[in-house]
């Protein structure tokens, strides 16, 4: 028998059962199924337009992201050139396609799932195609209907490397962590909102949202916490993303923030020349002489009121401090006034077993402290935060190899302070020694009797120095851990200034001081039984 009278009865046939067999949709697209199966072309002979037998064994795999295609090659594959792939959203519609093979051994081809809502299975079918252009027929495609697996796509979810962010937030600033938010489905994801519980908790993409996430795609989340309206202490917030597909549900991250009571900075450590010639200098910061320091940590700024009440608190909660409405003591070794809280410029109070601060000086530096409540405040710090004690309460004296909080040495401040500046300030030479005309670089960085406003003001707005310290000059006076006596000109190396004496040393000058005390070198003293209202300190650690 011929191969054109073999493919005629065959296309007969066809023609027979597809009538019964062919959903409506596919028929209405086919068109009318009757007539011969060859066609007279425009010179008037006879040319083939018998499609080509069906492709068998059509299935389907997926792997993601993509859905294989394999199949059989027809029976007959005489004169098949090419594949038709075409993708169905229901069984009867028309399909579209989605390739065309041009290679007739074929027998597989991978097709992106591009599924965007897990209710809908997306269907293919594969049609043979001869060198005429004459494609299988719809009867192909209910034939290989029954060999498709339906397909369901995988939502689109969010998902993040970790859902628990701890991030030590830093008072008086913003903190920053980041995590990488990724599509773990295999469809667009796209996110429309990050949302945070808490007025302190922010979060944000690199990109502007709304933000699409390919599949298998990622992006950077930059979490923000601003520690500015918090106290010391730890907090929990949660930081929501939310994407606008329904099977992609609300992602929650926990945000831990642990608030500290002082932010340290670290300082490197160096040689440089203690004291001062210049033509400001007073006869006590002479002769200039060489100092080495270790490297240690200092406290970015001043220790503010709200630093000092939240560590009173403590201590007194746990035993550490006698308080009523006119002072505070400590409960250990002989008692010293800590906190004069009678002083009328006192700007901390104490009532019914709390600490309070005036309203609108939480971020205002703490007066009123001596040095005894300095060194305190430093032990109780440590306690709190489970390191070493520097300072023994029973006798005021020093353990230097501890890890825990204390005051800086003289050397250590100005060392800091300077951050391998030899200027007046670390902002440069002082220009006017008094309050007027404005010196313009100690106004860069402090706050003293040119551009005060009658009183201290809120830490940390002023410029910062090379290392990362705020307030170095003015503001308030700061308690160093030396006793006051002479310079000699030996080089040292970590000194602890005298064995004896009875004032201590303080540095860098208050907010009505002359621009003239606030210099880097300058040096004065006070007893150490005293408070001020020109008085605060700065801790320091290894």
């Given at each position: 028998?011929?191969q054109?009278l073999?493919?005629?009865i065959?296309?007969?046939?066809l023609?027979t059962?597809?009538?019964c067999?062919?959903?409506?949709g596919?028929l209405?697209?086919?068109g009318?199924?009757?007539g011969?199966?060859?066609a007279?072309d425009?010179?008037?002979s006879?040319?083939?337009v018998?499609?080509p037998?069906?492709?068998?064994?059509?299935?389907?795999m997926?792997s993601?992201?993509?859905v294989v295609l394999?199949w059989?090659?027809p029976s007959?594959?005489v004169?098949?050139?090419?594949y038709?792939v075409?993708?169905?959203?229901?069984?009867?519609?028309?399909g579209?396609?989605?390739a065309?093979?041009?290679?007739?051994s074929?027998q597989?081809?991978?097709?992106?799932?591009?599924c965007?809502?897990?209710?809908i299975n997306f269907?293919y079918?594969?049609?043979?195609?001869?060198?005429?252009?004459?494609?299988?027929?719809?009867?192909?495609v209910v034939?290989?209907f029954d060999?498709?697996?339906?397909l369901?796509?995988?939502?689109?979810?969010i998902?993040?490397?970790r859902?628990?962010?701890?991030?030590?937030?830093?008072t008086g600033?913003?903190?920053?962590d980041?995590?990488?938010?990724?599509?773990?489905?295999?469809?667009l994801?796209?996110v429309?909102?990050v949302?945070?519980?808490?007025?302190w908790l922010?979060?944000e993409?690199?990109?502007?949202?709304?933000?699409?996430?390919?599949f298998?795609g990622?992006?950077?989340?930059t979490v923000?916490?601003?520690?500015?309206s918090?106290t010391?202490g730890a907090y929990v917030?949660?930081?929501?993303i939310?994407s606008?597909?329904?099977?992609?549900?609300?992602?929650?991250?926990?945000i831990e923030?642990?608030v500290p009571?002082v932010e340290?900075v670290?300082?490197?450590g160096?040689t440089?020349q203690?004291g001062?010639t210049s033509?400001w200098?007073?006869?006590?910061e002479?002769?200039?002489?060489?100092?080495?320091?270790?490297?240690f940590?200092?406290?970015?700024?001043e220790?503010t009121n709200e630093a000092?009440r939240?560590?009173?608190?403590?201590?007194?909660d746990?035993g550490?401090v006698n308080?009523?409405s006119?002072?505070v003591?400590?409960a250990?070794?002989?008692?010293?006034?800590?906190?004069?809280?009678?002083?009328?410029?006192c700007?901390?109070?104490f009532?019914?077993?709390?600490f309070?601060v005036?309203?609108?000086?939480?971020?205002?530096?703490?007066?009123?402290?001596?040095w005894?409540?300095?060194q305190?405040f430093?032990?109780y710090?440590?306690d709190?935060?489970?390191?070493?004690?520097c300072i023994?309460?029973?006798?005021?004296?020093c353990d230097?190899t501890?890890?825990?909080?204390?005051l800086?040495?003289e050397?250590?401040?100005?060392?800091?302070?300077r951050?391998g500046m030899s200027?007046?300030?670390?902002?440069?030479d002082e220009?006017y020694?008094?309050c007027?005309p404005?010196d313009?670089?100690?106004d860069l960085?402090?706050?003293?009797?040119?551009?005060?406003?009658g009183?201290t003001?809120g830490v940390g707005?002023?410029?910062t120095?090379?290392w990362g310290l705020?307030d170095m000059s003015?503001?308030?006076?700061e308690?160093c851990?030396?006793?006051?006596?002479?310079?000699t000109?030996d080089?040292?190396i970590?000194p602890t200034?005298p064995s004896?004496?009875s004032f201590?040393?303080?540095?860098g000058?208050a907010?009505?001081y002359?621009?003239?005390?606030?210099?880097?070198?300058d040096r004065?003293?006070?007893?150490?039984s005293?408070?001020?209202?020109?008085?605060?300190?700065?801790?320091v650690?290894?």
């Amino acid at each position: 028998m011929s191969q054109l009278l073999r493919r005629h009865i065959v296309c007969r046939v066809l023609q027979t059962v597809l009538v019964c067999l062919l959903p409506s949709g596919l028929l209405a697209q086919t068109g009318s199924i009757g007539g011969d199966c060859t066609a007279a072309d425009s010179e008037g002979s006879t040319r083939d337009v018998t499609p080509p037998d069906a492709i068998t064994d059509l299935a389907a795999m997926r792997s993601m992201p993509d859905v294989v295609l394999t199949w059989s090659m027809p029976s007959d594959d005489v004169g098949v050139t090419s594949y038709r792939v075409y993708q169905h959203r229901t069984v009867t519609d028309s399909g579209t396609e989605i390739a065309h093979i041009l290679d007739e051994s074929a027998q597989t081809y991978s097709a992106r799932c591009v599924c965007g809502n897990p209710a809908i299975n997306f269907f293919y079918d594969v049609r043979a195609e001869d060198a005429a252009g004459n494609v299988a027929s719809a009867s192909n495609v209910v034939g290989e209907f029954d060999y498709v697996i339906q397909l369901g796509p995988i939502a689109p979810t969010i998902a993040v490397t970790r859902t628990c962010v701890s991030i030590s937030a830093l008072t008086g600033g913003v903190s920053v962590d980041t995590l990488v938010v990724s599509n773990a489905g295999d469809s667009l994801l796209t996110v429309t909102a990050v949302e945070g519980d808490e007025a302190w908790l922010t979060g944000e993409f690199a990109s502007a949202l709304p933000l699409d996430i390919g599949f298998g795609g990622s992006s950077i989340l930059t979490v923000a916490v601003d520690a500015g309206s918090l106290t010391s202490g730890a907090y929990v917030g949660v930081l929501s993303i939310v994407s606008n597909d329904p099977d992609a549900p609300v992602l929650p991250v926990d945000i831990e923030v642990e608030v500290p009571v002082v932010e340290m900075v670290p300082i490197p450590g160096g040689t440089f020349q203690m004291g001062s010639t210049s033509s400001w200098a007073q006869p006590n910061e002479q002769p200039m002489h060489e100092v080495t320091v270790r490297a240690f940590f200092m406290a970015k700024y001043e220790v503010t009121n709200e630093a000092m009440r939240a560590v009173l608190q403590w201590a007194f909660d746990n035993g550490e401090v006698n308080a009523s409405s006119t002072t505070v003591t400590n409960a250990e070794g002989s008692p010293q006034e800590l906190l004069d809280l009678d002083d009328a410029n006192c700007e901390i109070s104490f009532s019914g077993g709390v600490f309070i601060v005036d309203a609108g000086k939480d971020n205002h530096p703490c007066i009123d402290v001596t040095w005894y409540g300095a060194q305190a405040f430093c032990s109780y710090l440590s306690d709190m935060e489970g390191l070493e004690r520097c300072i023994a309460l029973a006798d005021w004296s020093c353990d230097w190899t501890a890890n825990g909080y204390r005051l800086p040495t003289e050397a250590e401040w100005e060392y800091a302070c300077r951050a391998g500046m030899s200027t007046d300030y670390y902002s440069g030479d002082e220009t006017y020694g008094g309050c007027s005309p404005l010196d313009p670089n100690l106004d860069l960085i402090g706050w003293y009797c040119g551009n005060d406003n009658g009183w201290t003001e809120g830490v940390g707005q002023k410029q910062t120095n090379d290392w990362g310290l705020k307030d170095m000059s003015g503001n308030v006076c700061e308690w160093c851990w030396d006793r006051y006596d002479s310079y000699t000109p030996d080089p040292q190396i970590d000194p602890t200034g005298p064995s004896a004496g009875s004032f201590r040393v303080n540095r860098g000058g208050a907010w009505y001081y002359s621009a003239r005390d606030c210099r880097s070198a300058d040096r004065i003293s006070y007893d150490p039984s005293g408070g001020f209202y020109d008085l605060g300190f700065r801790p320091v650690k290894r």
